[in-house]
């Protein structure tokens, strides 16, 4: 299987709960390495420019004031079919639908507030991670 990068974003209801050490502690024993990562308060400008895929969604704008709402940790996750294997450990969109033990269904509240982000494409991953880090940021020996 080939080794993939993906973005990973916890959002600013996670980062509130204080839960960010308990999800990379998930990252990590799925065998995913954190190879890069920053705090940032987005601005509008931000988060609209990272969700633009979804401007014409009716839930834009809400998602958007969310994002923008506090601190969010965002993160270069690297190892074998790492996008899927964060999609799994992430769980459904609506944490209502959410596998057991997921870090949807046991840290977020809604849909809307669902504690994370996960790159859902390999070319998605590749626009994401550049979106966020510069190619100086992002740490190729941690193996
Ligand atoms: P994400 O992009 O954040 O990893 O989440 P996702 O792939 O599971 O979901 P996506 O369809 O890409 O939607 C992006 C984010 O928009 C919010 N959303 N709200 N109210 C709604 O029906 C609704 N649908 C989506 C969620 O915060 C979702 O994570
Ligand atoms: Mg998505």
Redesign the pocket.
Known sequence: MAIERTLSIIKPDAVAKNVIGEIYARFEKAGLRIIAAKMLHLSREQAEGF?AV?QQRP?FK??VDFMISGPVMVQVLEGENAIQVNRDL?GA?DPRKAALGTIRADFANT??E?A???S?GLETAKTEVDYFFSTQEICNRTR
């Open positions: 969700y979804h839930f809400d998602l992430m969109t849909v809307d669902n994370v982000h996960g859902d």
